[in-house]
DNA sequence: ATAGATGCAAAGGGTTTGCACTTGA
DNA sequence: TCAAGTGCAAACCCTTTGCATCTAT
Protein backbone atom coordinates (compact mmCIF):
# COMPACT_ATOMS: atom_id res chain seq x y z
CA UNK A 1 0.00 0.00 0.00
CA UNK A 2 2.82 2.33 -0.81
CA UNK A 3 1.09 4.49 -3.54
CA UNK A 4 -1.70 6.25 -3.96
CA UNK A 5 -3.68 5.27 -7.13
CA UNK A 6 -7.16 6.08 -8.17
CA UNK A 7 -8.48 2.75 -7.49
CA UNK A 8 -7.06 2.50 -3.76
CA UNK A 9 -8.71 5.87 -3.12
CA UNK A 10 -12.10 4.99 -4.86
CA UNK A 11 -12.11 1.70 -2.45
CA UNK A 12 -11.18 3.95 0.69
CA UNK A 13 -14.30 6.56 -0.30
CA UNK A 14 -16.38 3.89 -1.00
CA UNK A 15 -15.65 2.16 2.41
CA UNK A 16 -16.39 5.58 4.03
CA UNK A 17 -18.92 6.98 2.41
CA UNK A 18 -21.40 4.04 2.20
CA UNK A 19 -20.65 3.59 6.21
CA UNK A 20 -21.62 -0.05 6.45
CA UNK A 21 -19.64 -3.55 5.84
CA UNK A 22 -18.89 -4.09 2.30
CA UNK A 23 -18.53 -7.51 0.14
CA UNK A 24 -15.85 -7.65 -2.30
CA UNK A 25 -18.50 -7.53 -4.56
CA UNK A 26 -20.48 -4.21 -3.43
CA UNK A 27 -17.03 -2.68 -3.27
CA UNK A 28 -16.67 -3.15 -6.63
CA UNK A 29 -19.92 -2.11 -7.74
CA UNK A 30 -19.89 1.02 -6.21
CA UNK A 31 -15.95 1.34 -6.90
CA UNK A 32 -16.70 0.90 -10.64
CA UNK A 33 -18.97 4.03 -10.79
CA UNK A 34 -15.61 6.16 -10.00
CA UNK A 35 -13.31 3.76 -11.83
CA UNK A 36 -14.93 2.17 -14.62
CA UNK A 37 -12.06 -0.36 -15.70
CA UNK A 38 -11.75 -1.62 -11.85
CA UNK A 39 -11.05 -5.20 -11.24
CA UNK A 40 -11.78 -7.65 -8.88
CA UNK A 41 -8.49 -8.71 -8.03
CA UNK A 42 -7.33 -5.12 -7.20
CA UNK A 43 -10.53 -4.89 -4.62
CA UNK A 44 -9.66 -7.78 -2.90
CA UNK A 45 -6.09 -7.05 -2.58
CA UNK A 46 -6.76 -3.33 -1.91
CA UNK A 47 -8.92 -4.38 1.08
CA UNK A 48 -6.21 -6.95 1.79
CA UNK A 49 -4.22 -4.48 2.42
CA UNK A 50 -6.11 -2.30 4.22
CA UNK A 51 -6.70 -4.48 7.15
CA UNK A 52 -2.91 -5.41 6.88
CA UNK A 53 -2.35 -1.70 7.16
CA UNK A 54 -4.93 -1.62 10.04
CA UNK A 55 -7.46 1.12 8.16
CA UNK A 56 -10.25 -1.53 7.51
CA UNK A 57 -11.18 -4.70 9.61
CA UNK A 58 -12.92 -7.48 8.26
CA UNK A 59 -16.73 -8.09 8.84
CA UNK A 60 -18.11 -11.84 9.05
CA UNK A 61 -21.36 -13.14 9.71
CA UNK A 62 -22.99 -16.50 9.54
CA UNK A 63 -23.57 -17.95 5.94
CA UNK A 64 -22.22 -14.30 4.65
CA UNK A 65 -19.09 -13.47 2.49
CA UNK A 66 -16.59 -11.24 4.40
CA UNK A 67 -17.64 -7.55 4.83
CA UNK A 68 -14.72 -5.50 5.01
CA UNK A 69 -15.32 -1.95 7.10
CA UNK A 70 -13.04 1.11 7.99
CA UNK A 71 -11.54 0.80 11.36
CA UNK A 72 -11.55 2.49 14.11
CA UNK A 73 -14.67 1.75 15.47
CA UNK A 74 -15.91 0.96 19.19
CA UNK A 75 -17.47 -2.39 20.29
CA UNK A 76 -20.27 -2.81 18.23
CA UNK A 77 -22.28 -5.80 16.70
CA UNK A 78 -24.57 -6.09 13.48
CA UNK A 79 -27.78 -5.96 12.18
CA UNK A 80 -29.12 -7.57 8.40
CA UNK A 81 -31.69 -7.49 6.87
CA UNK A 82 -32.97 -10.34 5.60
CA UNK A 83 -34.95 -8.15 2.87
CA UNK A 84 -32.26 -6.56 1.02
CA UNK A 85 -29.32 -8.68 2.82
CA UNK A 86 -27.93 -5.21 3.90
CA UNK A 87 -25.65 -5.06 6.85
CA UNK A 88 -25.54 -2.67 9.47
CA UNK A 89 -23.87 -1.45 12.60
CA UNK A 90 -25.34 -1.83 15.75
CA UNK A 91 -24.89 0.29 19.12
CA UNK A 92 -24.70 -1.40 21.95
CA UNK A 93 -23.84 -4.62 23.55
CA UNK A 94 -25.43 -6.91 26.35
CA UNK A 95 -22.32 -7.02 27.95
CA UNK A 96 -21.69 -10.15 29.95
CA UNK A 97 -22.29 -13.48 28.59
CA UNK A 98 -20.09 -15.67 31.28
CA UNK A 99 -23.56 -17.02 32.22
CA UNK A 100 -23.84 -18.60 29.07
CA UNK A 101 -19.71 -20.46 29.34
CA UNK A 102 -19.89 -23.82 30.51
CA UNK A 103 -16.99 -24.96 33.15
CA UNK A 104 -13.76 -25.32 31.50
CA UNK A 105 -14.56 -23.35 28.75
CA UNK A 106 -12.82 -19.56 28.71
CA UNK A 107 -15.10 -16.94 26.44
CA UNK A 108 -12.02 -14.23 24.99
CA UNK A 109 -14.82 -12.73 22.64
CA UNK A 110 -18.46 -12.49 21.47
CA UNK A 111 -20.36 -11.68 17.98
CA UNK A 112 -23.68 -10.94 17.68
CA UNK A 113 -25.77 -10.37 15.07
CA UNK A 114 -29.57 -9.72 14.58
CA UNK A 115 -31.23 -10.41 11.84
CA UNK A 116 -35.03 -8.75 10.49
CA UNK A 117 -35.93 -5.75 8.68
CA UNK A 118 -33.90 -2.46 8.12
CA UNK A 119 -35.88 1.13 7.54
CA UNK A 120 -36.06 0.72 4.26
CA UNK A 121 -37.20 -3.05 3.82
CA UNK A 122 -39.83 -3.15 6.63
CA UNK B 1 -34.68 -39.69 1.55
CA UNK B 2 -36.53 -42.28 0.47
CA UNK B 3 -34.03 -45.09 1.07
CA UNK B 4 -32.08 -45.89 4.24
CA UNK B 5 -29.02 -46.66 2.61
CA UNK B 6 -25.32 -47.42 4.63
CA UNK B 7 -24.35 -43.94 3.74
CA UNK B 8 -27.22 -42.29 5.26
CA UNK B 9 -27.67 -44.09 8.23
CA UNK B 10 -23.63 -43.40 8.44
CA UNK B 11 -24.30 -39.53 8.21
CA UNK B 12 -27.36 -39.70 10.74
CA UNK B 13 -25.22 -41.84 13.33
CA UNK B 14 -22.27 -39.25 12.89
CA UNK B 15 -23.91 -36.45 13.88
CA UNK B 16 -26.23 -37.73 16.67
CA UNK B 17 -22.95 -39.58 18.02
CA UNK B 18 -20.67 -36.62 17.86
CA UNK B 19 -23.22 -33.99 18.99
CA UNK B 20 -21.94 -30.68 17.97
CA UNK B 21 -22.24 -29.29 14.75
CA UNK B 22 -20.03 -31.01 12.10
CA UNK B 23 -18.90 -29.49 8.49
CA UNK B 24 -18.77 -31.41 5.79
CA UNK B 25 -15.29 -32.88 5.89
CA UNK B 26 -15.95 -33.84 9.56
CA UNK B 27 -18.90 -35.69 8.47
CA UNK B 28 -16.92 -37.45 5.40
CA UNK B 29 -14.30 -37.92 8.01
CA UNK B 30 -16.26 -39.41 10.41
CA UNK B 31 -18.54 -41.41 8.10
CA UNK B 32 -15.52 -43.26 6.40
CA UNK B 33 -14.93 -44.94 8.78
CA UNK B 34 -18.56 -47.05 8.70
CA UNK B 35 -18.47 -46.41 5.28
CA UNK B 36 -14.73 -46.57 3.97
CA UNK B 37 -15.81 -45.31 -0.22
CA UNK B 38 -18.32 -42.57 1.28
CA UNK B 39 -17.80 -39.55 -0.88
CA UNK B 40 -18.55 -35.99 -0.56
CA UNK B 41 -21.09 -35.25 -3.07
CA UNK B 42 -22.89 -38.10 -1.20
CA UNK B 43 -22.52 -35.91 2.39
CA UNK B 44 -23.70 -33.04 0.46
CA UNK B 45 -26.26 -34.49 -0.96
CA UNK B 46 -27.29 -35.82 2.50
CA UNK B 47 -26.69 -32.83 4.41
CA UNK B 48 -28.84 -31.04 2.31
CA UNK B 49 -31.46 -33.99 2.06
CA UNK B 50 -32.12 -33.92 6.19
CA UNK B 51 -32.42 -30.21 5.89
CA UNK B 52 -35.10 -30.33 3.31
CA UNK B 53 -36.93 -33.30 5.69
CA UNK B 54 -36.27 -31.25 8.69
CA UNK B 55 -34.03 -33.32 10.19
CA UNK B 56 -31.26 -31.54 10.57
CA UNK B 57 -30.26 -27.41 11.01
CA UNK B 58 -27.82 -25.97 9.21
CA UNK B 59 -25.11 -23.94 11.82
CA UNK B 60 -23.83 -20.84 9.74
CA UNK B 61 -20.50 -19.60 12.01
CA UNK B 62 -18.98 -16.34 10.80
CA UNK B 63 -15.97 -17.11 8.80
CA UNK B 64 -16.56 -20.71 9.01
CA UNK B 65 -18.57 -23.34 6.26
CA UNK B 66 -21.59 -24.04 7.22
CA UNK B 67 -21.67 -26.79 10.03
CA UNK B 68 -24.70 -29.00 10.71
CA UNK B 69 -26.58 -30.41 13.43
CA UNK B 70 -29.89 -32.93 14.29
CA UNK B 71 -32.81 -30.21 14.58
CA UNK B 72 -35.27 -30.46 17.59
CA UNK B 73 -32.83 -29.04 20.07
CA UNK B 74 -34.18 -26.15 21.59
CA UNK B 75 -33.06 -22.36 20.71
CA UNK B 76 -29.40 -21.92 21.64
CA UNK B 77 -25.92 -20.78 20.69
CA UNK B 78 -22.12 -22.13 19.56
CA UNK B 79 -19.09 -21.83 21.56
CA UNK B 80 -15.77 -22.04 19.04
CA UNK B 81 -12.46 -22.99 20.15
CA UNK B 82 -10.03 -20.63 18.37
CA UNK B 83 -7.52 -23.40 19.36
CA UNK B 84 -9.20 -26.61 17.94
CA UNK B 85 -11.63 -25.13 15.46
CA UNK B 86 -14.08 -27.31 17.07
CA UNK B 87 -17.91 -25.65 17.69
CA UNK B 88 -20.13 -26.64 20.90
CA UNK B 89 -23.48 -26.00 21.89
CA UNK B 90 -24.29 -23.55 24.45
CA UNK B 91 -26.87 -23.45 26.87
CA UNK B 92 -28.90 -20.17 27.74
CA UNK B 93 -29.10 -17.06 26.53
CA UNK B 94 -29.01 -13.07 27.62
CA UNK B 95 -32.48 -13.07 26.30
CA UNK B 96 -33.58 -9.64 25.28
CA UNK B 97 -31.21 -7.46 22.77
CA UNK B 98 -34.25 -4.64 21.31
CA UNK B 99 -31.95 -2.45 22.80
CA UNK B 100 -29.55 -3.01 20.58
CA UNK B 101 -32.06 -2.56 17.54
CA UNK B 102 -32.34 1.56 15.99
CA UNK B 103 -35.74 2.84 15.65
CA UNK B 104 -37.31 1.92 12.27
CA UNK B 105 -35.39 -1.74 12.29
CA UNK B 106 -37.55 -4.85 13.59
CA UNK B 107 -35.23 -7.83 14.89
CA UNK B 108 -36.58 -11.07 14.37
CA UNK B 109 -34.22 -13.50 15.47
CA UNK B 110 -30.45 -12.97 16.33
CA UNK B 111 -27.09 -15.50 16.77
CA UNK B 112 -24.54 -15.25 19.34
CA UNK B 113 -21.44 -16.77 18.97
CA UNK B 114 -19.08 -16.77 21.76
CA UNK B 115 -14.54 -17.47 21.19
CA UNK B 116 -12.56 -19.00 23.12
CA UNK B 117 -10.82 -22.60 24.40
CA UNK B 118 -12.45 -25.26 25.26
CA UNK B 119 -12.02 -27.83 28.15
CA UNK B 120 -9.40 -29.51 25.67
CA UNK B 121 -7.89 -26.69 24.64
CA UNK B 122 -7.33 -23.70 27.89
C1' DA C 1 13.64 5.06 -14.76
C1' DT C 2 11.69 1.61 -12.07
C1' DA C 3 9.45 -0.86 -8.47
C1' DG C 4 4.76 -0.93 -7.11
C1' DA C 5 0.06 -1.43 -8.80
C1' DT C 6 -3.34 -2.98 -12.16
C1' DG C 7 -6.23 -6.04 -15.17
C1' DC C 8 -6.76 -10.15 -17.25
C1' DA C 9 -6.96 -14.85 -17.21
C1' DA C 10 -5.62 -19.03 -15.09
C1' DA C 11 -5.34 -21.51 -10.79
C1' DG C 12 -7.23 -22.81 -6.10
C1' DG C 13 -10.50 -24.46 -2.61
C1' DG C 14 -15.00 -25.70 -1.35
C1' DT C 15 -19.65 -26.99 -3.15
C1' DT C 16 -22.80 -28.69 -6.75
C1' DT C 17 -24.12 -31.25 -10.78
C1' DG C 18 -24.19 -34.75 -14.79
C1' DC C 19 -23.97 -39.28 -15.70
C1' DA C 20 -23.24 -44.22 -15.75
C1' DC C 21 -23.22 -47.72 -12.29
C1' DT C 22 -25.11 -49.75 -8.04
C1' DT C 23 -28.62 -51.09 -4.82
C1' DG C 24 -32.76 -50.99 -1.71
C1' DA C 25 -37.48 -52.21 -1.83
C1' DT D 1 -37.15 -54.96 -11.73
C1' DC D 2 -35.98 -50.15 -11.80
C1' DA D 3 -36.02 -45.60 -9.83
C1' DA D 4 -33.47 -43.71 -5.99
C1' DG D 5 -28.91 -43.32 -4.51
C1' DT D 6 -23.88 -43.39 -5.16
C1' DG D 7 -19.07 -42.22 -6.74
C1' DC D 8 -16.43 -40.02 -9.90
C1' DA D 9 -15.15 -36.17 -12.46
C1' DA D 10 -16.42 -31.98 -14.49
C1' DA D 11 -18.60 -27.67 -13.62
C1' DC D 12 -19.33 -23.60 -10.57
C1' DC D 13 -18.58 -19.72 -7.66
C1' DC D 14 -15.76 -16.90 -5.08
C1' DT D 15 -11.03 -15.72 -4.01
C1' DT D 16 -6.11 -15.72 -5.03
C1' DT D 17 -2.10 -15.75 -8.00
C1' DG D 18 1.04 -15.21 -12.24
C1' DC D 19 2.34 -12.23 -15.52
C1' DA D 20 2.69 -8.61 -18.95
C1' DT D 21 1.50 -3.85 -18.90
C1' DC D 22 0.86 0.55 -16.80
C1' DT D 23 1.95 4.37 -13.65
C1' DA D 24 3.12 7.09 -9.33
C1' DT D 25 7.08 8.77 -7.65
Same mark, same amino acid.
Given at each position: ?????????? *????????????????????????????? *??????????????????????????????????????? +????????? +????????????????? +??????? *???????????
Amino acid at each position: MERSTRQRQA *IREVLSELNRPLSPAEVLEAARRKVPGLG *IATVYRTLKGLLAEGSAVMVELPGEPPRYELAGKKHHHH +FRCTRCGKV +FELEGCPGDLSDMVPAG +FRAERHE *IVLYGACTECH
